[in-house]
């Protein structure tokens, strides 16, 4: 038994002074052939930079450039630098090679073309393309059908970057029957003729110069609120002007 024992101890002694010795071989012996001798300098920072400039800096600090491949992204400008590989400030010998991905700006959207097609569809087509519908704006229209598409803002072949959001011109179809005058009065001027537009009338301002109010204000309209008018017909707002 106590030689059994003894055994087990002298085999984990061995194999103790076996690691440890393998270690020292390691760290004293391989490290160095690996490494090399020579002094190791700072990697320099490139994200960010123009191509062109980062790879001057490399060429004057006596490392070599070697571009791996190109990325699309959101924060880095086209033709500058995304990443880099060893990372800024890692220790490394003349002669290394720093490998970089260089950005190709954001993902470009072309605006499809959507005129006369239903709404929900013109929905649809703008978001495959990599594109938001950021207004909708309905008027009547004689010659489109009611929820089509007139056009886009910006028009269709236009090139924006992904994620940009489009307006779309929706048709309450063709004008027809009578609407009732909404309350514009303490509207914006434009905000007031959208309104009105959208109900398919006609609008008509009147500048007026009053001190107590706001500029570009409407302060009075004809006819009333209420008043049913047949679409086309005009609403006359009065508009404060103090330019």
Do not use: H
């Not at 490290?31 to 004057?60: H, W």
């Not at 009105?196 to 009075?220: E, Q």
């Amino acid at each position: 038994m106590w030689e059994k024992l003894r055994n087990i101890i002298i085999y984990l002694l061995l194999l103790g002074i076996g690691v440890f010795a393998g270690f020292w071989v390691f760290d004293r012996v391989l490290m160095p052939v690996v490494i090399g001798s020579g002094k190791a300098y700072p990697i320099p920072n490139l994200v960010g930079l123009p191509t062109d400039d980062a790879e001057q800096i490399v060429a004057s600090q006596e490392f070599r450039f070697k571009i791996i491949r190109e990325e699309y992204s959101t924060t880095v400008p086209a033709n500058r630098i995304l990443n880099q590989i060893p990372n800024a400030e890692s220790l490394a010998k003349k002669g290394r090679t720093i490998r970089v991905v260089i950005s190709k700006g954001g993902i470009k959207a072309i605006v499809p073309d959507v005129v006369g097609e239903l709404f929900r569809q013109a929905k649809i087509a703008i978001e495959d393309a990599r594109l938001t519908v950021a207004e909708i704006e309905t008027v009547f229209n004689d010659s489109i059908g009611k929820n089509k598409i007139i056009s886009t803002e910006p028009a269709c072949g236009e090139t924006l970057a992904a994620g940009a959001g489009v307006k779309l011109i929706v048709s309450l179809g063709a004008e027809t029957g009578t609407v009732a005058v909404p309350n514009l009065v303490g509207m914006n001027a434009d905000e007031a003729c959208k309104t009105i537009n959208r109900l398919g009338l006609k609008w008509k301002k009147v500048k007026r110069r009053i001190p107590t109010i706001a500029n570009d204000v409407v302060f009075k309209q004809e006819p009333r609120p209420g008043t049913l008018l047949y679409r086309g017909n005009a609403v006359t707002i009065m508009v404060n002007s103090l330019e």
